[in-house]
């Protein structure tokens, strides 16, 4: 009794066939649509924006127990001799783990007691306005957490333009928000939220409320939102 698969015939058909189902194979994955890598722009649109303000505080730093990192916009020494006069240098050691992390350090820091907030920034834009920037808030050198659950760009919705420290527990911050027809200069809204500092051995910043309010004219193209 002759066995088929042992015919020439069979052996040549089978071949031919395994050879036919690769080629299927390998088209079907040349065809398969890939997903494009995130671009450093688009890790960036990702983490900014206001919509956050728009509902019920919860509070992002009960899942934040180390410090968030910038995005990669640059280095110090990538900086422009004008706007290189923003950055300034470390004075606590708070300050120097966020340089260590590859945050910029700006503005003043505020204090209030034990309690100050440290604002940092990724980089900045062709106006040496900051970007991918972040409130940092400590007690008593501790890490507290944040004024925002993302990183910010000036001239966005959503972007920090100033706070207070009413208290060394009590902080209050304005941010912008922005229309679909509002100028880049002038949002029409503010959104005020307030801040709770927890003072024990685990520091903590808590939103408690958010709070739209109109944006007040400064005369010079510009629009703010009062704290009080």
């Not at 990183?151 to 229309?179: C, H, K, P, W």
């Not at 503010?190 to 109109?214: C, G, K, M, N």
């Amino acid at each position: 009794m002759s066995i088929p698969f042992a015919n020439p015939r069979w052996i040549r058909l089978l071949q031919l066939l395994s050879v036919m189902l690769l080629a299927a194979a390998l088209l079907s994955c040349a065809q398969t649509p890939k997903e494009p890598p995130l671009s450093a722009s688009s890790q960036q649109d990702e983490g900014t924006g206001g919509s956050w303000l728009d509902h019920v505080p919860v509070n992002w730093n009960r899942r934040m127990r180390s410090l968030p990192p910038p995005l990669s916009l640059g280095t110090l020494s990538g900086l422009s001799g004008h706007c290189l006069q923003s950055v300034r240098q470390a004075q606590s050691p708070f300050e120097q783990a966020l340089v260590r992390a590859g945050w910029l350090l700006y503005e003043v820091v505020q204090s209030y007691g034990n309690t100050q907030v440290v604002m940092a920034m990724s980089g900045v834009d062709g106006m040496c306005r900051p970007l991918g920037y972040q409130a940092f808030v400590y007690w008593e050198g501790r890490y507290a957490g944040t004024l925002s659950p993302t990183l910010m760009n000036s001239r966005t919705d959503g972007a920090l333009t100033q706070f207070q420290l009413e208290s060394s527990s009590r902080i209050v911050a304005a941010f912008t928000r922005y229309r679909e027809k509002d100028p880049l200069c002038c949002p029409s809204r503010i959104s005020r939220v307030t801040y709770e500092v927890i003072q024990d051995d685990a520091p903590l910043v808590i939103p408690l409320s958010i709070d739209a309010i109109h944006a007040i004219s400064l005369g010079k193209g510009e629009n703010r939102g009062e704290l009080k």
